[in-house]
């Protein structure tokens, strides 16, 4: 019967079947991926330094870093970074090295590395000033279990490892917008994590755990290398991985507890990743058209003329997806909000679809006040008007 369809008619239904095919081959991704059994070796505890680069105060930021200061490994040292010291989280800093004196903690204020990323500034220097073969940088939002440290560096024996990240997921404050944020990241983006190192191994890194060897480091030239760029965690790990190193995606989940944000800061601050993202890897977001089934199943329905035309594409679109999120969200990351709030998926993916959309059309991205262009994965700061 597809032999009589109108060219529109086509192009829509065969865009609805190859992104329904696409939740198949997640799921198939990511029941290889979880199944796999992890542990790790207690004999296995090189020294690491955790290096945390951080800007304001975030949402309990006492309660996250002492996350890291209660941890379950036998030598460390943990590295704040501020750019200055009127910033509000000095205090919070300088009370937990007073409320945990037996926690090696050291507050570096400043960098003299140049770039336009100030996380990389910071991190420039940490990496200098750090005394272990083994760096942990982490978001300063994250909060973490007494076995995280033995869980990242445990692909370290191999000594062929250069980097390693983890999973995560969002714990946000009880409001819409956040929560659709939050189900977003574990039900669309991390599902396209997992299936992007089923297809070509894992060449990236994911920002909320980057773990690297000093050596590997060295090899792509310190953070310096990065210090313009806008995903400072997947250059990081396509650099480590283009240098030989490989690098490893744990199925090790940690939090990020994400603030409470209105619908309008929400969508501000997923368009700003997807711009930055658009302009550094056009191709791979047009690729990403293919992976939202939402829109084209939509489309799809309104040009059926029967019943079980229609009925089919909802219904699979309905199974496949919800098992998706599912499978990656619940099983696999254990999302707690995700299994409470199933149900919101379709409307993330109707976010989801306007932000690709409209990422198409912008060139500029507003970064800590400042506007940016990103090309070629670089930021470029934008002509001011006088």
């Known amino acids: 019967m ?3 369809l109108h060219p529109v008619e086509w192009v829509v239904s065969v865009g609805a079947i190859i992104s329904l095919l696409y939740y198949l081959v997640v799921l198939a991704s990511a029941w290889r991926y979880f199944r796999r059994p992890f542990s790790w070796k207690a004999d296995f505890a090189p020294p690491v330094s955790v290096l945390k680069p951080v800007r304001g105060l975030d949402r309990d930021a006492y309660e996250n870093f002492a996350s890291f200061c209660n941890l379950d490994y036998p030598e460390y040292e943990i590295l704040f970074g501020v750019a200055d010291e009127d910033d509000p ?3 919070v800093i300088q009370k937990l090295i007073q409320d945990y004196p037996n926690c090696n903690i050291r507050l570096l204020i400043g960098s003299t590395c140049q770039g336009w990323n100030n996380k990389v500034r910071k991190l420039c220097r940490m990496s200098r000033e750090a005394r272990h073969p083994i760096l942990v940088i982490s978001d300063s939002d994250i909060r973490v279990q007494a076995d995280y440290l033995r869980a990242v560096v445990s692909p370290f024996r191999n000594p062929r490892v250069g980097a390693v990240s983890c999973m995560y997921h969002m714990q946000p404050e009880s409001k819409l917008a956040s929560e659709i944020e939050a189900i977003g990241l574990t039900s669309d983006f991390l599902a396209g994590v997992i299936v992007a190192r089923q297809l070509e191994g894992v060449k990236f890194a994911l920002g909320a755990t980057m773990a690297v060897t000093t050596r590997a480091l060295r090899d792509i030239g310190g953070f310096e290398a990065i210090a313009d760029c806008f995903s400072d965690d997947f250059e990081l790990g396509r650099r480590i991985a283009d240098k030989g190193h490989e690098v490893e995606l744990i199925p090790y989940t940690v939090a990020t507890l994400s603030p409470a944000q209105g619908a309008l800061d929400a969508v501000k601050h997923q368009l700003r990743w997807a711009v930055g993202v658009t302009n550094s890897r056009p191709w791979g ?15 799809a329905t309104l040009v059926q003329h029967t019943w079980e035309g229609t009925a089919g594409f909802l219904g699979a679109y309905l199974v496949l997806r919800l098992a998706v999120a599912w499978t ?3 099983w696999g990351l254990q999302d707690p909000l995700l299994r409470k709030r199933l149900w919101l998926v379709p409307a993330w993916d109707a976010l989801a679809f306007f932000i690709l959309a409209v990422s198409f059309a912008k060139r500029r991205i507003q970064w800590r006040g400042t506007e940016f262009y990103v090309r070629k994965g670089r930021l470029i700061p934008a002509p001011t008007k006088d």
């Open 2 to 4: 597809y032999l009589h």
């Open 89 to 91: 989280v000095v205090p």
């Open 328 to 330: 990656v969200g619940v």
């Open 285 to 299: 977001q047009l690729g990403r058209l293919l992976t939202q089934a939402l829109p084209w199943v939509v489309a």
